[in-house]
Each structure stands twice: as structure tokens, then as C-alpha cells.
């Protein structure tokens, strides 16, 4: 990545028909994170990045309504969020995430690795999102991400958007949409906090059993670092 350091680990003649060329289906692309940016907090080793990519964004809305219907929302907004979530309805949203035509894309910072400290710690965040969101435009080039908002200033959502659209502005015939938006609005950025919450579990507590209901649709799961 290039504005902090941080890397990853014959004869006869035929006439064929004239193919007609591709054209790349749309995703929706759901973007949260797990963990905060602050270096040397006590407990705090990891920040997660995920992305829960489909091609219906409607199922996830169907699998949150549903859940809610269930269990009952986690917050008193109507909101479900997974560490204000029983166990047993974390396991039951990320198995019903899993059943869907979904795939999921993580980027994971090891904050401990990080050794050349930034004046403004959002930079972290703010190259882990790209990066993430890169991986996804790599694989599928017309995108319409939506992104929990984390930022109440216009000026810092800007900057957010213009550090992605940097990022990704080699990827020849990309088509991005970005968007950020409240998750209590947008039940597709419920469903990837619980994905991003399994996978925080899994670097910062150390268990995995949450992250093994939804492996099998975890298709990037990257560890970068400092120089």
C-alpha cells in the first residue's frame, strides 16, 4: 500500500462468431469494522476490516428482519449489533448470513506490528478500509459499497472516500459507488458487524468459534503490518 507502509502477506481458415463482451454483474459490498485505532491500548491488539459482498442485498435484509423477529433487537434503536447480542443469536445470524449467496472479504491489522506512529491515528483506519475495498474492486469491478458512517464531520467522510478512490484509480473499468451510512438505516451493515465481530474474536480473544460458522464464505482474509 503506498501512503502509510503497510504491506500484506494453421491451415484451413474458420469463421468464429463474434463473441458478445462480458458485462460484470453488480455487488453490494458491506463494510464495518471491529476494534479501534488507538496503538497500545491494554486488550486491544487487532483491528478488523470486513466486507460482506452479494449480489441480493435483500437477503441480508431478510436475515436481520428475521433475526430481529427472533430474538429481538440488541439495541433500544432497533439496531442488532453483536456485542450487545446473546451467543446464541450471534450463531444464528452469522449461520443464516452463511446460507446466502454471500462472500466476505477481511483485512486485518495488527496494531502490535506497527512501529512508525501516524499524527492522525483515522490514517489506520483509513488504509485498512481501502485496502479492503481494493481486494473487492480486484474481484469484482462494479461495486456499490456501503460503509457504516464513522465519521460525523463531511470533511472526514470526504477524506475517507478520496483515500479509497486513490487506492483503487489503477483498476482498469471499475465502476464504484461509495456510500456511508448509518447502520440503524442499512440492515446489510448489521449483518457485517456480526461477520466482523466473529473474525475479532478469532485474532483477539482467540476463539475461532464463531469465525468456522461463516469460513467456508471468507474468501480474503489478509494480515498487514508496518515496515
Known amino acids: 500500500m503506498r501512503c502509510c507502509g503497510l504491506r500484506s502477506r494453421g491451415g484451413s481458415r474458420t469463421t468464429e462468431p463474434l463473441l458478445e463482451p462480458m458485462v460484470e454483474i453488480l455487488h453490494y459490498a458491506f463494510l464495518d469494522e471491529s476494534g479501534g485505532v488507538a ?117 472526514l467522510r470526504h477524506r475517507l472516500e478520496w483515500h479509497i478512490r486513490e487506492e483503487i484509480a489503477d483498476i482498469k473499468g471499475q465502476a464504484v459507488v461509495i456510500r456511508q451510512m448509518d447502520s440503524v438505516r442499512v440492515k446489510g451493515l448489521q449483518a457485517v458487524d456480526f461477520v466482523a465481530w466473529a473474525l475479532w474474536q478469532k485474532y483477539q480473544r482467540g476463539n475461532d468459534s464463531y469465525y468456522q460458522i461463516v469460513k467456508d464464505r471468507v474468501v480474503v482474509e489478509e494480515i498487514i503490518e508496518a515496515k
Open 39 to 155: 496503538l497500545f491500548v491494554p486488550n486491544e491488539r487487532f483491528l478488523v476490516i470486513a466486507v460482506l459482498v452479494t449480489r441480493k442485498s435483500r437477503s441480508l435484509e431478510l436475515v436481520i428482519k428475521r433475526a430481529c423477529k427472533r430474538f429481538g433487537a440488541s439495541l433500544a434503536s432497533g439496531e442488532m449489533k453483536a456485542a450487545h447480542s446473546a451467543g446464541k443469536t450471534v450463531r444464528w445470524i452469522l449461520a443464516a448470513t452463511a446460507r446466502q449467496d454471500v462472500e466476505i472479504v477481511a483485512v486485518v491489522v495488527d496494531k502490535r506490528r506497527i512501529v512508525k506512529l501516524q499524527r492522525d491515528p483515522e490514517g489506520l483506519y483509513r488504509e485498512a478500509a481501502a485496502r479492503a475495498i481494493r481486494l473487492c474492486v480486484e474481484r469484482w469491478p462494479r461495486l456499490d459499497v456501503t460503509m457504516d458512517r464513522r465519521y460525523t464531520h463531511e470533511h
